[in-house]
């Protein structure tokens, strides 16, 4: 399976950005890159994909390098609420699709 | 739109015996994936249903099945269940059968084996 790199914790203070880095060497080219995080408690919660290019919604951005083989996940101005686990993850095409593989993700401490 | 939603929420079973649970997709939504996390191993994919049929399987024993129904609620069953099976069980949903689509996730029901 496709295999993703992430810092096991980061930090930050509220209101500050935060840049999130996957590396995901061994990504082919019609996987998407998909973020979702998981707040306590909770079941993970979508927060953004892109296959080549750069990402915005209103939850965040997503930077894709060049070569497509890493990616970094932008929180503009973090908030406490923003505190969970964060997941970058494969979503391949074809009859590999839904078998989304999660890696031990980021835990994203925020300082107020 | 109404959410994911999976029943029950909390279920404790004796080692043994067998457990099923639902899951319902948000509206429109054809395809459901389900996922199993303990502290130990995370997230890990059990299956993917999209009309009524299973596409995808994970690595995990035949005592785990599912299906789908035609309006594409989910069920999964555990069968003969052990201690290990404690976990909290998600299911996810999604629009369409590609990788360009996001999946929701369900707040999950968590699984105490005794």
């Known amino acids: 399976d496709a295999k993703t790199t992430q810092p096991n914790s980061m930090e930050s203070n509220e209101e500050e950005p935060v840049h999130l880095p996957c590396n995901h060497s061994t990504i082919s080219g019609t996987d998407y890159i998909h973020w979702y995080r998981q707040l306590p408690s909770q079941g993970p919660e979508y927060v953004i994909h892109g296959l080549t290019s750069n990402v915005n919604n209103r939850m965040a951005s997503l930077a894709i390098a060049e070569d497509r083989k890493s990616s970094t996940l932008i929180l503009h101005r973090a908030t406490l609420r923003d505190a969970a686990v964060y997941y970058c993850i494969f979503n391949a095409g074809g009859t590999s699709y839904g078998k989304l593989t999660f890696g031990q993700g980021t835990i994203l401490t925020v300082h107020p | 739109k109404a959410g994911v939603t999976q029943t029950p929420r909390y279920l404790i079973k004796t080692r043994g015996q067998q457990v099923t649970l639902s899951c319902s997709p948000i509206s429109g939504h054809r395809s459901v994936s389900w996922y199993q996390q303990t502290p130990g191993q995370g997230l890990q994919f059990l299956f993917e249903y999209f009309s009524e049929t299973q596409r995808n399987k994970g690595n995990f024993p035949g005592r785990f099945s599912g299906r789908q129904f035609s309006n594409s609620r989910s069920e999964m069953n555990v069968s003969t269940l052990e201690l290990g099976d404690s976990a909290l069980y998600l299911c996810?949903?999604?629009?369409?059968?590609?990788?360009?689509?996001?999946?929701?996730f369900g707040p999950g029901t968590r699984l105490t084996v005794t």
């Open positions: 996810a949903s999604s629009h369409r059968d590609r990788a360009s689509y996001e999946q929701y």
